[in-house]
């Protein structure tokens, strides 16, 4: 558990150094995971410790969203008076992004004749 | 108020402890109703907590620097669960190699769809400047957004928000989506879902089956990377 964190912190840490001392355009945890992803075709697996720590950071992802949303609170006032853009923004662009990004990828699935999976629910 | 009470108070509002413990008991209280709810998407769990926690601070008259004096221990894992994604990413290589095409070509029409609306929806409708910057990088994960925010002179800390706000909708709406285009391929909606809702959509994929959280977490990641890559370039040339 330690190891496999300290691993996915270190990652994290050259990333974000390298980036700082490069000014790279993509940020350090981007980078950290690329990194980690090197990493793993080098040593041609992942252990069960990694394993086990990426997947209690990646099953409950949702919760470290929680404090940037709460956020909301500092910025009440300027979206009180500026509320319907972002809304009309923030729900059309989440719509049309979906729609847009699933459709491009199956029809390019389509036009290289590659069969795409169905899930069996009916 | 009963002075034994308000110096406990005075000592706990000046400790990160009791925020943190908010933070996730919140959470907590907010999945058993998601549970409770029977997983209906409306009752999105991330939306809950955030609103029980605004509740919280706002009767307590709290500030959120001190809340997250409290809730950044949290706030700071989503560095290093970036950084994890590598290990989902890893595992689906194989299918990565045949559909690599395919991804990078959706993912650069959902990256430059994602800002493009947004801005183009806000500038519509007379947002100002520093809202359309920080609502650009709105659909990538929040330490990636918040760092593009801040490159282009946005408010890091409202596209904080902006993406949270994001990926519930994503979260919320996407399933919907999906169904009313007929797409059933889990790794057509796994990268829609990812490139559009980041994490918290990651995190619904994840719900649906492993193969669409898998997907989703890689589109995430790409996403998080192309988006940093073309986001800046286009401001500039666009001269917003």
């Not at chain 1, 394993?51 to 709460?70: K, W």
């Not at chain 1, 009309?88 to 390019?108: D, E, F, R």
């Not at chain 2, 796994?190 to 669409?212: E, K, L, N, W």
Request: hydrophobic share 55%; with cysteine; aromatic share 8%.
């Amino acid at each position: 558990m330690i190891q496999a964190f300290a691993l996915i912190l270190a990652c994290e840490l050259v990333g974000e150094v390298t980036v700082q001392a490069t000014s790279l355009p993509i940020p350090g945890p981007v980078l950290g995971m690329l990194l980690l992803l090197a990493w793993l075709f080098l040593r041609g697996g992942v252990s069960d410790r990694l394993e086990r720590t990426a997947s209690a950071l990646l099953s409950n992802l949702s919760l470290l969203f929680v404090p940037a949303g709460v956020g909301v609170l500092v910025h009440w006032e300027a979206i009180r008076e500026g509320w319907l853009p972002l809304v009309v923004a923030l729900v059309g662009s989440t719509l049309i992004t979906l729609a847009v990004t699933a459709l491009v990828m199956l029809g390019m699935q389509r036009l290289m004749g590659l069969r795409g999976e169905r899930r069996e629910d009916g | 108020m009963d002075e034994t009470l308000f110096q406990l108070w005075v000592y706990l509002s000046a400790s990160p402890l009791l925020w943190l413990t908010a933070t996730l008991v919140c959470y907590l209280i907010a999945q058993r109703i998601y549970g409770l709810a029977g997983g209906y998407a409306l009752f999105n769990p991330v939306a809950l907590a955030v609103g029980l926690l605004i509740v919280l601070l706002v009767a307590t008259d709290t500030p959120y620097k001190v809340y997250f004096d409290g809730a950044q221990f949290v706030h700071f894992l989503l560095g290093p669960a970036t950084v994890s994604l590598a290990i989902p990413l890893y595992r689906e290589r194989a299918r990565l190699r045949d559909l690599w095409l395919p991804i990078c070509v959706a993912l650069f029409a959902g990256v430059l769809t994602a800002s493009g609306s947004a801005v183009g929806l806000g500038l519509l409708l007379g947002a100002e400047r520093s809202t359309l910057l920080s609502l650009a990088p709105k659909s990538v994960t929040a330490p990636v957004a918040m760092g593009i925010a801040e490159k282009l002179g946005g408010y890091p800390s409202l596209t904080a928000v902006l993406v949270v706000a994001t990926g519930t909708l994503g979260a919320i709406t996407g399933v919907a989506v999906f169904r009313l285009l007929r797409i059933r391929d889990d790794v057509v909606c796994g990268i829609a879902m990812g490139v559009t809702s980041h994490g918290i959509g990651t995190a619904r994929a994840f719900q649906i089956s492993p193969v669409m959280g898998a997907f989703s977490g890689l589109a995430m990641a790409l996403s998080a990377f192309a988006t940093s890559l073309l986001l800046p370039p286009l401001v500039d040339w666009l001269g917003l």
